[in-house]
């Protein structure tokens, strides 16, 4: 799998964050500390559902 972290990462190392790694009908999920550690697999549409859902909670006024 090919695994990123968010552009919005913690400073040094970058280690902060979460990374991601897509796969065809699953978003895996791990720990960027504790890579070896379990992942969570969730389906893409519930992904894209929870990533909309901090988006909107995230802007002003909403």
Same mark, same amino acid.
């Given at each position: 799998?090919?695994?990123?972290?968010? @552009?919005?990462?913690?400073?040094?190392?970058?280690? @902060?964050?979460?990374?991601?790694?897509?796969?065809?009908?699953?978003?895996?999920?791990?720990?960027?500390?504790?890579?070896?550690?379990? @992942?969570?697999?969730?389906?893409?549409?519930?992904?894209?559902?929870?990533?909309?859902?901090?988006?909107?909670?995230?802007?002003?006024?909403?």
């Amino acid at each position: 799998m090919n695994w990123r972290k968010s @552009t919005y990462s913690g400073g040094g190392e970058g280690n @902060t964050c979460v990374e991601i790694a897509e796969a065809v009908t699953h978003i895996a999920i791990r720990d960027s500390k504790a890579p070896a550690r379990a @992942t969570l697999s969730v389906p893409v549409p519930s992904f894209v559902a929870f990533v909309e859902g901090v988006k909107r909670r995230s802007r002003p006024g909403a």
